[in-house]
Structures are given as C-alpha cells and as structure tokens.
C-alpha cells in the first residue's frame, strides 16, 4: 500500500501561470482534503470531498479549484498563481476513526 | 465556531525533562481530538487520539472537560522527540466532518 502519493515535491511557478497538483488514494477512503501549511499559521484547509463527485470548500479556497472523479484522486489546481500561494501542500485522507493519513506533500513557490 | 488553541509556537527543554504541549479547544458537543506530530521535512503522521486512551512513544494526552483541554504530556523528553507537534478536533459542518487543526507547537529538545 503507498497510502496517500502526491506529486510533484517541489515546482515553481511564475506569478499566472496555472498548475494541477495530483495528490492519489490507495486506502479507499471517502474522505479526501488539501491543507496548507505556512510557517506561524498551521494547517489551514483548502477544500475537501466527502466522496466521488462531491466537494465543497474549506477555510481558505480562493485561487484554488479542485474535482473528485474518482474515490482515489483528489487533484488541485491553481488557476493563476500568486506569491501568496507560496506554501507547502499537504493531502490527506480520513479513515475509519476520524485519523488522517497525510501524504509527503508539494513545496510550491511562486515567483 | 470550533477553534484548537496552542498558545506556545514553541518549546524548548532538555532531554529528560518533562514536557507539556498545551492545548485548548471550543467545540459545542463531544469533541474528538488528536494530535499529529511532523518530523522535520516529513508528512504529518497521528500520534495518539483521545479515544483511544492509549500511550505512543511515551507520550499521553487526556481530555479535560472541564477546562476544555487536551494536553500532550512525556515524563523525559528525549531529542528524537523535536517536531512540530498539532492539536486537532474533529469538527462537524454542515453534517460533514472536518479537522480543525491548531497552528502548532515546534518543540525542541535539547542534549
């Protein structure tokens, strides 16, 4: 089992450039989200799907889209990027007991 | 609106001291809470639950009601112990259930 796989680990992006990142499922959760962490701030959610199809959005969406094709994908896009998303992403999963399974995350820095 | 509170952004101690990782949450029901530890460069990986009352790698946490908190104690740190360390609750919105994370606490232990 790889458990949650995202990738890339590292990109840089110049300021309106657009990119996907792809975060994959093995554990066949239903549950599904993307966080950023930004040094002082902790862990802040970006959007979140409770299932194939379904999405919905966390505290801090803006500039981010994301979709939910399948229950083991869970991708999210930068429509045009900014300095300010210059973070690292973190997606995980949610199992049976409410834990989350975290994958190794996307050093993002935008230019 | 449910919150997780870790007042101290950082801890500093010496290896076999006692350590205490202090947090506060607001949460209107029963809550459900963690705490994830993430090593330097690493994803975030759950240390231990409330519900589970259980002990991993010396460390134990136990929910107090009353003063709505949820401390991560050890009696002697040790330095393979210095993460960053994150308070969490489960959170329900909406009827769907979200992780509410703290915005951690970078401990380090000291030789």
């Known amino acids: 089992n790889a458990g949650v796989t995202q990738t890339p680990k590292f990109q840089v992006l110049k300021t309106g450039q657009s990119m996907t990142l792809q975060c994959a499922q093995d554990?066949?959760?239903?549950?599904m989200s993307w966080y950023r962490q930004d040094p002082g701030m902790g862990l802040r959610l970006i959007h979140y799907s409770v299932g194939a199809g379904i999405t919905d959005q966390g505290e801090v969406p803006n500039g981010y889209n994301v979709s939910r094709s399948t229950t083991e994908d869970f991708p999210l896009r930068l429509l045009s990027a900014a300095p300010s998303q210059t973070s690292v992403y973190f997606c995980?999963?949610?199992?049976?007991?409410?834990?989350?399974?975290f994958g190794p995350g996307t050093r993002l820095t935008v230019t | 609106a449910q919150r997780v509170t870790q007042p101290e952004k950082l801890l500093s101690v010496f290896k076999g001291a006692p350590v205490e990782l202090k947090c506060n949450y607001s949460y209107s029901g029963s809550p459900e809470l963690f705490w994830y530890v993430q090593y330097s460069r690493q994803r975030l990986q759950l240390l231990l639950r409330?519900?589970s009352r259980e002990s991993i790698k010396g460390f134990t946490a136990d929910l107090n009601k009353g003063e709505t908190s949820f401390h991560l104690k050890k009696p002697f740190a040790q330095e393979e112990d210095s993460a960053m360390y994150y308070c969490?609750?489960?959170?329900?919105?909406?009827?769907?259930?979200?992780?509410?994370f703290g915005k951690g606490t970078k401990l380090t232990v000291n030789p």
């Open positions: 554990m066949n959760h239903e549950y």
């Open positions: 969490a609750l489960i959170s329900t919105q909406g009827g769907s259930e979200k992780l509410v």
């Open positions: 995980a999963t949610i199992g049976q007991y409410y834990e989350q399974y």
């Open positions: 409330h519900i």
